[in-house]
Nanobody, 124 residues
Framework: QVQLVESGGGLVQAGGSLRLSCAAS????????MGWFRQAPGKEREFVAG????????YYRDSVKGRFAISRDNAKNTVSLLMNSLEPDDTAIYYC?????????????????WGQGTQVTVSS
């Protein structure tokens, strides 16, 4: 049974920082392309950040470049998203996802496993 469980969401003021964590079971994160997506009310789910299965390549949507950083801890089998300089437009439910084909994609349908999401709210 594959499970991805996000944690670390909450309420933060604009300009603040937050670290999200994705705990994986039933799969080893070092064997998958891992990604973070987000969805705000009334909007489509959008790509935020990705990490290659080798751990050697990261990629981000333009609006978070220089502010967010994706990483993984192989010993804990977790993937994290460090979010700095948060803005109100970052408010959304954030989802962790995994792709066994190891394609570096920013398209949601490429990812076969998904977590339940964690709410991030950034106040102005």
């Amino acid at each position: 049974q594959v499970q991805l469980v996000e944690s670390g969401g909450g309420l933060v003021q604009a300009g603040g920082s937050l670290r999200l964590s994705c705990a994986a079971s039933g799969l080893t994160v070092s064997n998958y392309t891992m990604g973070w997506f987000r969805q705000a009310p009334g909007k489509e789910r959008e790509f935020v950040a990705g990490l290659s299965w080798t751990g050697g390549t990261t990629y981000y949507r333009d609006s978070v470049k220089g502010r967010f950083a994706i990483s993984r801890d192989n010993a804990k089998n977790t993937v994290s998203l460090l979010m700095n300089s948060l803005e109100p437009d970052d408010t959304a439910i954030y989802y962790c996802a995994a792709d066994s084909t190891r394609i570096t994609s920013r398209v949601p349908r490429q990812y076969e496993y998904w977590g339940q999401g964690t709410q991030v709210t950034v106040s102005s």
